[in-house]
């Protein structure tokens, strides 16, 4: 596993990973319409423009599995990593080692991480790259249309 910048041709590989409908609905917590490839196209665009944000394309054998990032959360008015694997790259330790390597590259801290409650592959990842809980919350998860309820990790310095 290696992580790169984020290349042109990586993007339409990125965007059928969030398009995944499991995905979407494991992560809860994604775009109003998946579906809709322009809204993800620009969104994109804004974040690899974005200076106060470090996006990553997770390289394993040559192939683009996934991305991680670290960008700043309005809500809580601080860092916040997010990450995001391709269901055939699922269970083999990849989003671990991508977001322990994204803690090597930025040091910023402390810095938080969210998951819907029910995410457990996402609470474990963060609990093994050193993510300890700091709350709960409730909103609103598009994936599912309706409210749930969301989990808050910190990581300290
Ligand atoms: C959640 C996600 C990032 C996990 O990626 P992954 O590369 O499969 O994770 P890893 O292989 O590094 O697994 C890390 C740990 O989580 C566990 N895990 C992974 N998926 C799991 C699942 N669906 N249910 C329960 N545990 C799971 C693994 O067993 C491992 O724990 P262990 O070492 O104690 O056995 C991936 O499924 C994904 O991208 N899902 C869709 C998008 C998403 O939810 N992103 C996060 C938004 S907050």
């Known amino acids: 596993m ?3 910048d984020v290349e042109d041709d990586d993007l339409p590989v990125l965007v059928d990973q969030q398009l995944d409908p499991e995905a979407n609905r494991m992560a809860a917590f994604a775009a109003t319409d998946p579906a809709d490839r322009d809204a993800f196209a620009a969104k994109w665009a804004r974040i690899r423009a974005d200076e106060t944000v470090t996006m990553r394309s ?3 054998d ?3 599995a996934g991305s991680v990032m670290l960008w700043r959360d309005e809500e809580l008015d601080a860092p916040e990593v997010s990450y995001w694997i391709g269901t055939e790259f ?5 989003a671990t ?3 322990t390597e994204l803690l090597r590259l930025v040091e910023i801290r402390p ?3 969210r998951a819907a409650k029910d995410n457990a592959g996402s609470i474990r990842v963060l609990e093994k790259c050193g993510f300890e809980p700091h709350g709960e919350e409730r909103g609103y998860a598009n994936a599912r249309g309706e409210e749930i309820a969301e989990v808050v990790y910190r990581l300290e310095g």
């Open 2 to 4: 290696e992580l790169r």
């Open 58 to 60: 997770i390289v394993v």
């Open 62 to 64: 040559g192939s683009v």
């Open 90 to 94: 699922w269970g083999r330790g990849i």
């Open 97 to 99: 080692a991508a977001l």
């Open 111 to 113: 810095l938080y991480g």
